[in-house]
């Protein structure tokens, strides 16, 4: 098998077969959930608006920043607390507009308004400025040393079409809510959006007026995104040629679909963690058959789930070795993941069922598990597999199994006991993590953290991170904190993605590990 690991910083051009045309015919398992450049934090949604829209800074594919409508930023000598960044001139809007500072202080004060799902990222952010025309001061609660890899999914709108088309406010996704933005959009980014079917079709095509025009091979002239749940389905559009670049490629078809003539799949490990969340938080819960208590309450139980889980089966059987085992729910690109607690999450049948026993549940209990069906890598069928494994230690699991659209809003409104999530970490640092999944929820903080875990003294250790620039004294924390979080089995880790992009030969692109390509980077031989 002819797979290649994309890891280098060169675009690799893989044949002397030529792409048929400058259209890139796009698809993947599910589409982008909103347009809305602040309603949702989720990586489909993301990469489809990094077409369009642009955040102040981005990274390559190899992790580094590089300046995308912010050309220089550094905190001031005199005072950390105030970050000084000087924007990119020259910059217009698709729809003509001139951007300026007063779009990026008005993007980042619509991203922190309650509906918005990118608040956290932001939350250290008292204040942002106009210098001029071209400069802003961000100013923090505190030292902020990391402050600018919480910008690279912040995206910047232009404040009089806003304004025009009644989206100042962001969209309340969870509430079913359909704005202006929800399906138009008028960024700075290198394509121009043309239609938007959700869930049927994107067109896009290249912005000519595009500021980095002659910096970025930009040789996709057209984008035509279709999202395409059915795995079958979408390997043969790749074989077909009726799609020539496949994200979310089944891992049994990674040999069929390599070997065939005129495509190639390039691999790389990706930032992302999957990983089932638990219900602690309730005195009782709705989804299970015990009545008046909760069993995932108690932490034996919890770590009997996780004992019940057989990860290298998961990665054999179901994911045919395309995963790594998790044993916590940060991948190995992160500031605060060690090799020894992600090797901590271990199968043990016997164990599980004395721990069960110990807790009271030695006859097992019965619990829904809500899984979603188009989001990552066989989700459905590792629900299905986690299904069987906790069967084994007498826990009837029903599964419950839909859309994206549909799941998420379960974790985010809490009205699920037992549920999958993915998590990546665009910041590369566990702050990113404790933000969302491990400080209780709060209307700006904690916002998936679908356990109820609430614990005040780490909630403050947690929030205290984003102004410590003692580095050492940060780390030590963060190893704190997740000691905690690994202790108290808050969720049960999975494994590690591993990404698999199939294409036409002679499209030349990284597989980026945040699993977000950026079509100006393709190039076409």
């Avoid at 920043?65 to 698709?94: C, I, N, Q, S």
Wanted: charged share 25%.
């Amino acid at each position: 098998m002819k797979v290649t690991s994309i890891l280098s910083t060169a675009l690799l051009l893989s044949s002397t077969a030529m792409v048929s045309a400058e259209t890139l015919k796009w698809a993947r398992a599910g589409d982008a959930l909103t347009l809305d450049p602040h309603a949702q934090n989720e990586g489909p949604t993301h990469t489809i608006r990094h077409q369009m829209y642009e955040p102040l800074i981005i990274r390559d594919v190899t992790g580094a920043f590089e300046p995308a409508l912010a050309t220089e930023w550094a905190p001031k000598t005199d005072d950390p607390t105030v970050w000084v960044f000087k924007l990119r001139e020259g910059v217009t809007f698709h729809g003509g507009e001139a951007f300026t500072a007063e779009d990026v202080v008005f993007s980042f004060e619509r991203a922190k308004q309650p509906n918005s799902d990118m608040k956290e990222l932001i939350g250290s952010i008292t204040e942002v400025r106009a210098v001029d025309d071209f400069t802003i001061e961000m100013v923090t609660d505190g030292p902020n040393p990391i402050l600018p890899s919480n910008l690279t999914n912040l995206f910047i709108m232009d404040k009089g079409w806003t304004e025009a088309n009644n989206t100042v406010n962001v969209q309340d996704f969870e509430g079913g809510e359909i704005t202006y933005a929800t399906t138009n959009a008028n960024g700075t980014g290198p394509y121009i959006l043309q239609s938007r079917e959700p869930d049927v079709k994107t067109v896009m095509t290249k912005n000519e007026s595009y500021w980095g025009i002659d910096q970025f091979p930009l040789e996709i002239t057209e984008i035509v995104y279709t999202p395409i749940q059915n795995a079958a389905t979408r390997v043969a559009a790749l074989l077909s040629g009726e799609v020539n670049f496949l994200q979310d490629m089944p891992v049994q078809d990674l040999q069929r679909v390599d070997g065939a003539d005129g495509l190639t799949v390039k691999q790389a490990p990706q930032n992302r963690v999957i990983f089932f969340g638990m219900n602690q938080g309730a005195d009782d819960i709705e989804a299970d058959n015990v009545d008046g208590a909760n069993p995932l309450a108690d932490v034996r139980v919890r770590q009997a789930m996780s004992k019940a889980i057989n990860r290298d089966a998961i990665k054999q059987v179901v994911m045919r070795g395309q995963s790594e085992p998790a044993g916590m729910i940060a991948p190995p690109f992160v500031n605060g993941w060690t090799a020894e607690m992600d090797a901590e999450s271990a199968t043990d049948l016997d164990a599980a069922k004395a721990l069960l026993a110990e807790a009271g549940y030695e006859d097992g209990f019965s619990i829904r598990l809500d899984c979603p069906n188009d989001r990552y890598i066989n989700d459905e069928a590792i629900c299905q597999a986690a299904v069987g494994m906790l069967g084994q230690i007498g826990i009837t699991v029903n599964l419950d199994a839909k859309p994206k659209a549909q799941h998420f809003p379960l974790i985010t409104d809490g009205k699920t006991d037992f549920y999958m999530l993915g998590w990546g970490v665009p910041t590369y640092d566990s702050e990113y993590v404790f933000n969302f999944l491990v400080h209780g929820r709060e209307s700006d903080i904690g916002t998936w953290n679908g356990t109820g875990f609430d614990n005040d003294d780490l909630d403050a250790k947690i929030k205290s991170l984003a102004s410590n620039t003692d580095l050492e004294a940060r780390n030590a924390d963060i190893a704190d904190i997740w000691r905690v979080v690994q202790d108290e089995a808050l969720y049960i880790p999975i494994h590690h993605q591993v990404l698999n992009w199939g294409m036409a030969d002679g499209m030349g692109i990284e597989v980026d590990p945040e699993d977000q390509p950026k079509v100006k980077y393709f190039s076409v031989n």
